[in-house]
């Protein structure tokens, strides 16, 4: 899901290219605040956010969905409990689950691992995570595979590129200077 206005701005990494997108009330909010309230303002604010990965090398799909679980795995925390929906064929099943850190994570590995369907993740392969403050939606090559209702686990997936360890500096620094302009 895009909001209505965004702002956009990508970034590249070696195994694949990562845009954010959010809406322009980020932008406003940020303009007239120093570096380092606008970094701390980036990192709470979140969501909503969309985050698009683009590969740019082949990767399995085992090895990209662990990999994506494991980085918003260390950002998790404990919460009640989460809702995870899956669209098979048009059938939209809600299944509860708990809230910790390897639920949600194996929900979100297990929503990755269906859009690819147990095949590596080409070149070009589009992962779309739509992080607002209900869950997260995960989108394969535009095809949604469900949402998982976990503002935490959504928050995590966020921090993965806007908390102080983000695995792309270059998109937190990129997101903090045009916010800034």
């Known amino acids: 899901t895009q909001h209505n206005t965004s702002i956009s701005i990508s970034t590249l990494t070696k195994i694949y290219s990562v845009g954010m997108y959010a809406n322009e009330t980020l932008k406003e909010s940020m303009a007239e605040r120093s570096s380092d309230s606008s970094a701390e303002l980036l990192q709470s604010s979140t969501p909503p956010a969309t ?38 064929q048009d059938i939209d099943i809600d299944i509860d689950i708990d809230d910790n850190n390897h639920s949600s994570l194996s929900q979100l590995k297990s929503l990755i691992l269906g859009g690819m369907n147990e095949q590596p993740a080409k070149k070009g392969t589009e ?29 995590a997936f966020c921090n993965v590129y806007l908390d102080e360890n983000t695995v792309s500096p270059t998109l937190k620094s990129s997101c903090l200077e045009y916010c800034q302009k």
């Open 127 to 155: 992962f779309r995570f739509d992080c607002t403050r209900e869950g997260i939606e995960v989108a394969v090559n535009g095809q949604s595979q469900g949402t998982i209702r976990s503002p935490n686990l959504a928050k």
């Open 51 to 88: 985050f698009l990965l683009k590969m740019n090398f082949k990767v399995g799909s085992q090895k990209m969905a662990n990999a994506i679980a494991e980085s918003v795995g260390t950002r998790t925390s404990t919460a009640t409990t989460a809702t995870t929906t899956t669209t098979s």
